[in-house]
């Protein structure tokens, strides 16, 4: 899907649509955050069956370190990336359950008291959110499923989208008028149902037990915040959707189709300022075919047990995610936004939940971290045995964000060695 | 009298805390003084200062069983003192006065903190629907069947495995966005306005015939289908009814052929989008099936066609393939794609003779079907306005008069969904919504629509609630309440009209009007609810979908059968629910429940169609019960080999409730990929792993169970000889190991028979407390101890039945308390 490169701004119809509605202190932000220079944004992608080690880290530490085979595909950038080695979530185990802590890093998953916790993009939505039309985006692309990457503080998922043109839809084609008048109608009477029914759990909420207290809170508060996101939405709703020169993306059937469609959307999401927070769940199971050079299922691959004509496989397979991830950021760093490329502006974290997929080792996980206005090029390693804690660098990233958090989850502080 | 308030207030406060310091004190006293010193004498040594085996010290456990963090590791030390386990065989053994004092002090502690937690906190008893049960509500509810848990998140699974916990139910914002999604499509389809929509009808006796992609292209397959149905107008959303008649040519009792229906467009050349519709097995009868969806959940084309397939719509295709899964075609028919015509060749050669045109073969000599008829009707409304519309929307003499129309129309909407009579303030206070809604809107009926939905998303209606009367201590549930335990328990959905009249008549917890109940519930078909949802989270059937199975090794596995895999042990379970079995034939029998492509897989004979069937395993001599099931057997396995630990920890966890420990933190993988181990079988490898002393300890209680089902390989088939891999030799199976009371086992066969004859009230016990859990939708506690061991007797004494299980376990305190 070819793309003109915009600035954001480009997009944007003039805004000469009067509020109808008082001016609330929630929405203030966005609207004022086009004229806020730094706003950085964060896309968090994992790949779920791991990364093969020998062709993605690099020989050699620091700043003279040499291309890997991987990272030959990203060489023009190769000041705009810092690959980290040695690190992991600390006492996330599990194996393959571990997709759910990737950017939770809640401990033990897959075991039967397993409780996961917020995640990096949802934590950061509590802070800068409302700034956008979509506070944030869960995407995945799956061939069945919609299994996210992101959760809430209660620990329950958010399902991801999986369908480009659904999301299209839903950030940039307006209705008529009429459409429009009548959606907004829809809203203020969901605010209505939802006043009703929040008043008919606190009624409720006085004759129970404390256990069953403390759910029925739950369930209010949740009321009460769709009812603050359906405002929120009333308000969007008359600011005019963002224009994108583009056809709708097609949904497309293959990985290769399926993630090219979703970086297209994911860089019209970010160039038209929609979202800030986007997290992308790859989830290779069963994607294979129409891939050069590949011929068996991924999983299967991902077990390669040593053998020469599978890890051969996967390497294509591998290579040629890291061939579209090179789309994205070339994209990113071609769109311009207030003089920064929207790459600067954006931290891109790329990485797998799987250090090893053949043995289901989740200890050195495979992390390639690039943009967001840091000082890269770099290779970061860490000791390979005892792992560098990897919510560390969630602490940079919501530092760069603004948000004043000095912890997440099992932080140790903040990674060094990034300011630029 | 001029007692106030914060005098009131300061004397309860006052009265709470000097009771809690008088029960506490001594408590602890008496801890110090008598129970600390046994367990110092006994188990320090091991679970101490000096060591802390499986991470427990009893020097640091908190003797508070109410407030403190250790209740259930005291739990588990009773439990494990009972039963003898501990302190091991070959530690200093307590005297019979030492354990006398250490069960009386557990017991008396853990009943005491039992009761004091639920006066205390009270248990969860406002329990969130599940997802299917949610969907289920609503389908019974509206009448609708609408796919409505798509969007919810998955539930998580509570520590015994159950989806319906209500301690771990959460609620998020996006979950209530989607109840109200859900809830205002759902009654935009209920309640209907204006004019019935256009109906679309469309007819055909012979397939259309157009251009489809006939090679394969670019990766995609062929379409080559044997019937199209051409729909050159169609809606884009709403229900869709569609009726084929169809008979199939079945020679030689072969297999029944199966017909795959599916729809969707043609977008170009290369391939045809589409959703499947269904798939159902055709028999020599001619017979009219009768499929429905939506129409928005197929692919359809945009608003301009394409391509130059002679199909600018959507279109129906019908193919159909044998029992082994190939495609029916012969040559001699005619089939939606039209025949290649000869190609030209270039330079002025001779085109090719024609071939003579292959005679038509008479139907009935060969495998064959017939297309008769196929007719597709949209939307399929029975009536208009729909039944949904006019049960909702009932004829009233109040109809002119919205505000009294509405209240009444409310009561009986909210009385269903909310299980039990609304009150006249809930009514009051819906009708307020309306009222503000109703001159926002254009007609009465959508005001009603929105009005319902606030129904849809209250706490009442999303959540299971039992209230609680703190006054009365009295924890015993309403009639009203004890429909919706049974309804849930049995439907996973809402009480019919039966029980709530029942209930409204006082009656329902009349012993005997509920034990007629509970028999109608399981008679009618939503009870296979309760089959499929307890069987599957009980043992674990999902994990069957976790399991990749490696085609290297198994490269005719077709993933359908894990499909069957699952049915074969829901069906199979269902037999024995219905037919009122002994629950013992879980552990051993001599039949099983087969369709034609599970029978083929295990090397059987029998069932001709998709349909499961009982099959006798005498003759073949396959061990029945579900450990010769390949649910079982697969989802145990790694998908390469059979894996003796999974299997063993099934078994254990499962169908004795002794599950192991989990394996500790750091203990090492044995490295598949050194070279030494790799000669070795898996079973070979468990005697290395177990000779490590880390290992040890607790393997020697888990593989001996795991290694008699050697005989099956990783997708459940029999076999006597482990095949050869890489630098491994094919081995004979050996599937003989001594069950750790010293019992030597020699295959599945001595193993069932060992876990009839000497497991069946461990079993029985498991049983009861997994359905139990299930049926409260909680964890069980120490305060369920007594019921357990009654509902176990009882189910022994009842010679394992199910049906007189279910129906005591309705009757009991346990059930019909909070």
Known sequence: MPIKSLDRRTFLRASGVALGLPWLDAMQPAFAAEDRDASRRIVAINTNLGILSEHFYPEGAGRDYTLSPYLETLADFRDQFTVISGCSHPDVTGGHSAEVSFLTAAPHPGTASFRNSISLDQFAAEHIGQQTRVSTLPLSVAKQGNQSLSFTSSGVMLPAENSPSTVFQALFVAGEQKEIERQIQQLRVGRSILDTVADRASALRKRVGPADRRRLDQYFNSVREVERRLLIAEEWERKP???????????????????????????????????????????????????????????????????????????????????????????????????????????????????????????????????????????????????????????????????????????????????? | MMLTRPTLALFVCFGCFAFLATADEPARRAYERDVRPVLKALCYKCHGPDDDKGGVRFDQLDPDLVDGSDTETWHDALDQLNRGEMPPPKAKQPTAEQRRLLTDWMVSALRDAAEARRFKNGRVTIRRLTRYEYANTMRDLLRIDLDFARELPPDPASQAGFLNNGATLEMSPTQIEVYLKAARKALADAIVTGEQPELYVFTQTKTAVGKLPNRKVAGHKPVRPEFVLDLKEFPRNGEFELKVTARAAIPNDQGLPRMRVSMGHVPGIIHVPRGKVGEVDVSDKTETFTFRGRMEDFPQPGPIAFGNSGFKGMIVLIDFVDADGNELRYPDRTYAQPPAKPQKKPGGKKKPEPKNEPATVSFGSRLDIEVT??????????????????????????????????????????????????????????????????????????????????????????????????????HRITDFELASRLSYFLWSSAPDQQLLQLAHQGKLHDSKVLKQQVERMLEDVRSSEFVCRFIDQWLDLDALNRVAVNPEYFPDFDNELKQDMQKETQAYFAVLLHEDHSALELLDSDWTMLNLSLARHYGLQGPRSSRFEQVDLKPASRPGGLLGQGAFLLANSNGEDAHPIKRAVWILDRLLDSPPASPPPDVPELDAESPDLARLTLKEQLEVHRQKESCANCHQGIDPWGIPLENFDAVGRWRIEVPRHKKRPATAVDATSVLPDGKKIDGVDQLQRYLVEDCSEKFARSLVKRLMAYGLGRSLDFGDRKAIQTLTSRFVENDFRLKSLIIDFVQSETFQTK
């Open chain 2, 373 to 474: 008829s196929v007719e597709f009707k949209a939307p399929a409304y029975t009536s208009w306005p729909p039944p949904s519309h006019q049960r909702l929307l009932f004829d009233s003499q109040n109809s002119d008069d919205e505000p009294r129309y509405v209240r009444e129309l409310l009561e009986r909407f909210m009385t269903s969904a909310f299980r039990r009579p609304a009150t006249k303030e809930e009514i009051e206070q819906t009708a307020q919504l309306f009222e503000v809604i109703r001159p926002k809107t254009d007609s009465f009926e959508e005001a009603v629509r929105e009005t319902f939905a606030s129904v849809l998303v209250s706490p009442h209606f999303l959540y299971v609630v039992e209230r609680r009367d703190p006054q009365s201590g009295n």
């Open chain 1, 241 to 420: 959707r963002p224009r994108v020169d583009v056809p709708p993306p097609s949904d497309g059937e293959y990985l290769l189709e399926k993630l090219s469609a979703m970086y297209d959307l994911i860089r019209l999401a970010l160039e038209t300022d929609s979202t800030r927070l986007i997290t992308l769940l790859i989830r290779l199971d069963g994607f294979s075919a129409h891939i050069p050079g590949v011929s068996t299922e991924s999983h299967n691959l991902s077990h390669h047990v040593g053998r020469k004509d599978k890890l051969a496989q996967l390497k294509n397979l591998e290579l040629a995610q890291f061939r579209e991830l090179a789309r994205l950021m070339e994209g990113l760093s071609e769109a311009k936004e207030h003089g920064d490329s929207l790459l600067d502006r954006t931290m891109l974290l790329y990485g797998s939940n799987l250090g090893n997929g053949n043995n289901h080792d989740t200890r050195n996980m495979p992390i390639l971290f690039a943009g967001g206005g840091f000082k890269h090029g770099q290779h970061l390693a860490f000791d390979r045995k005892n792992n560098y804690p990897l919510p560390n660098l969630f602490v940079s990233m919501l530092q760069r964000l603004g948000i004043a958090s000095d912890r997440f989850a099992s932080s140790t502080g903040a990674l060094r060695g990034l300011e630029g």
